[in-house]
């Protein structure tokens, strides 16, 4: 995180909007009829919006836009009335910034899937193997994270944000260039699950099942705080190094 979202990259404003999106997307499954609209609303007017300043975005939102459509009662409305009319919207915009930028008609976002998926230019700058995502390169981005989100994401009940996960990385694994910061976007979503059980770690029973099963694994962990702390001197070091000496000017 303080390698990539600290720096001038697309996939940093990418991971913010992705964050803000799915804020909104989760909070209007819980809302009141009303309220649910204007949340989806804007969920999918910031998703959009990511998909213009980075159009693998739209790996993202094709899987939650399917299983919206899946389980919405409103089906018609949500494709018709809110995803078709957002999109050509920004699209619209995407357009006229680009001809009012570049001097000439250009759609950015066409150019971009042509260089990175349709002539794998992204080769150039090296490959590796299908399964680098999930035996390097996430569970390196997660760095000590890594055990207790595997377990928050075990015992959670939030199947679509893990399913997303698995779908982000899987997509991209397709893919012979891979980089840390493609992924990025996932990252908030995976320390999520860590805070699910850092949050858990010592807490009441309860009488959820599944609560009871995390409440019984973590009777053989050490106490919150040690591992809280044990988190921060693993990664606080690194965050300063990344912020202070490996980005410094040579």
């Not at 993202?60 to 899946?70: A, K, P, Q, R, V």
């Amino acid at each position: 995180m303080f390698f990539c979202i600290t720096r001038t990259l697309s996939n940093s404003l990418e991971t913010v909007l992705a964050s803000v999106s799915l804020f909104y997307w989760l909070s209007h499954k819980g809302s009141s009829r009303g309220v649910q609209a204007g949340s989806r609303k804007m969920a999918l007017s910031v998703a959009a919006l990511a998909c213009i300043v980075r159009p693998t975005s739209a790996i993202t939102w094709l899987y939650l836009g399917i299983l919206e459509f899946i389980q919405a009662y409103d089906r018609f409305k949500f494709l018709f009335l809110e995803v078709v009319p957002i999109g050509i919207l920004v699209i619209i915009l995407s357009c006229w910034l680009d001809w009012w930028m570049y001097g000439s008609w250009v759609f950015a976002p066409l150019n971009f899937l042509k260089f990175n998926l349709l002539s794998s230019g992204g080769d150039y700058y090296g490959t590796h193997k299908w399964h680098w995502y999930f035996s390097q390169g996430f569970p390196a981005m997660l760095f000590t994270f890594l055990p207790f989100s595997l377990i928050g994401i075990f015992h959670s009940k939030e199947w679509r944000l893990s399913g997303l996960i698995a779908w982000v990385l899987g997509v991209y694994s397709i893919l012979g260039h891979k980089e840390f910061r493609f992924v990025l976007s996932m990252l908030p979503f995976a320390l999520m699950f860590s805070g699910y059980f850092l949050a858990n770690v010592s807490g009441d029973q309860s009488h959820d099942h599944k609560q009871k099963r995390l409440s019984f694994f973590c009777i053989r962990c050490p106490s919150r705080k040690y591992l809280v702390l044990f988190l921060i001197t693993t990664n606080v070091p690194m965050a300063l190094y990344m912020s202070l000496v490996h980005q410094l000017e040579r």
